[in-house]
């Protein structure tokens, strides 16, 4: 399967400032997904991650907020704009690859954001 | 749309005692797959097991087992002889087949603590 490098593993970040999240995989992936874990909760996906085009967000997460790039069929980042404390998550990246009829998916390491 | 349910938020169970975790799901689709993870309190996320919706077979991987039945819309987890390590966020979560509804579907989680 796929192997993910997520960074950064974790940061703190002021209020009001912007965090870019990397996620580079080790082979080309047609599809790659960002999620959210608030503290305590379950994940939340945020978009689908399309190489050359617009990511697809989900309700409730807008481009302004959560730009996401994805120049190429390994690499995307996830931008957190703008940040408040509520923003305080972990990131996950996530790759979808089909292999022996059916699909799979691994997820980077995360990265554990704190904002003060 | 795709709904996963785990009823049970928090389980404590001691050492050596088997454990169900229930997972109940929905979804319009006839062809999709299921999944559990776990979450360690490290944050990653640790694959455990996959299967699609043509394979009703139960799967047994050491103290691991696992139930689905498409009657129930159920895929349930047990931990046989549990051990302190198994202490864990487990997630079920699901999949469609084709495009946006490839993206992964979480239940809620359900926190297992093994005490000593």
């Known amino acids: 399967s796929a192997v993910i490098s997520q960074k950064p593993s974790r940061d703190i970040c002021q209020r009001g400032t912007s965090l870019t999240i990397q996620c580079q995989v080790d082979?080309?992936?047609?599809?790659m997904f960002w999620y959210r874990q608030q503290p305590g909760q379950s994940l939340t996906l945020i978009a689908t991650?399309?190489?050359?085009?617009?990511?697809?967000?989900e309700s409730g997460f807008v481009i302004d907020k959560f730009p996401i790039s994805r120049p190429n069929l390994t690499f995307s980042t996830l931008t957190v704009s703008n940040m408040s404390p509520e923003d305080s998550s972990i990131y996950l990246c996530?790759?979808?690859?089909?292999?022996?009829?059916?699909?799979?998916?691994?997820f980077g390491s995360g990265t554990r954001l704190t904002v003060v | 749309a795709q709904k996963v349910t785990q009823a049970q938020t928090e389980i404590s169970v001691v050492e050596k005692e088997d454990v169900t975790l229930d997972c109940v799901y929905e979804?319009?689709?006839?062809?999709?797959?299921l999944f559990w993870y776990k979450q360690p309190p490290s944050g990653e996320l640790v694959f455990l097991i996959r299967?699609?919706?043509?394979?009703?077979q139960n799967e047994i991987s050491g103290r691991y087992s696992w139930n689905f039945q498409k009657s129930t819309s159920s895929f349930n987890f047990t931990i046989t002889a549990s051990q302190v390590v198994d202490s864990a966020v487990y997630f079920c979560?699901?999949?469609?087949?084709?495009?946006?509804?490839?993206?992964?579907?979480f239940g809620s989680g359900t926190q297992l603590t093994v005490l000593p």
């Open positions: 996530s790759v979808s690859e089909q292999g022996r009829g059916d699909y799979g998916y691994t």
């Open positions: 082979s080309q992936v047609t599809m």
């Open positions: 991650a399309n190489q050359g085009s617009e990511a697809t967000y």
């Open positions: 979804t319009r689709d006839t062809t999709y797959y």
């Open positions: 299967r699609n919706s043509f394979d009703e």
């Open positions: 979560a699901l999949s469609g087949s084709f495009g946006s509804a490839r993206q992964l579907t």
